[in-house]
């Protein structure tokens, strides 16, 4: 029962840490487009992996600005969310974004040739 709880709740903390980033007034932040993909929260409930991806920006820069941000991300949620605790924020870079578009990429630029087409091309020589 408490998995299902906890999975509740980082599905609702991702919503509205989503909302919340596009609220940051950090220059690191805001124009840095930043998504979050994805929240643990421990199951006391005291601590939180947000993971997130930019598509714009410096890596470290971004990762600065979130940090420096945590006082107000944490404050706003508490706001918002209606939780005994609010949690202390972590920000972990997820690269299964960009990962996942270098993959596609590579699946795109594979060229399938028909296999009777190669036959016919040798027996002619």
Known sequence: M???????????MQKTLAEILREVKDPRVSGAFVSVTGVDVTPDLKYAKVYYSALQGDKKEVYLGLKSSAGFI????AQRMNLRATPEFTFVEDNSIAYGAHISSLLNSITITDPDEEEGSEGEQ
């Open 2 to 12: 408490a998995n299902y709880r906890r999975g509740r709740i980082n599905d609702e």
């Open 74 to 77: 944490r404050r706003q949620v």
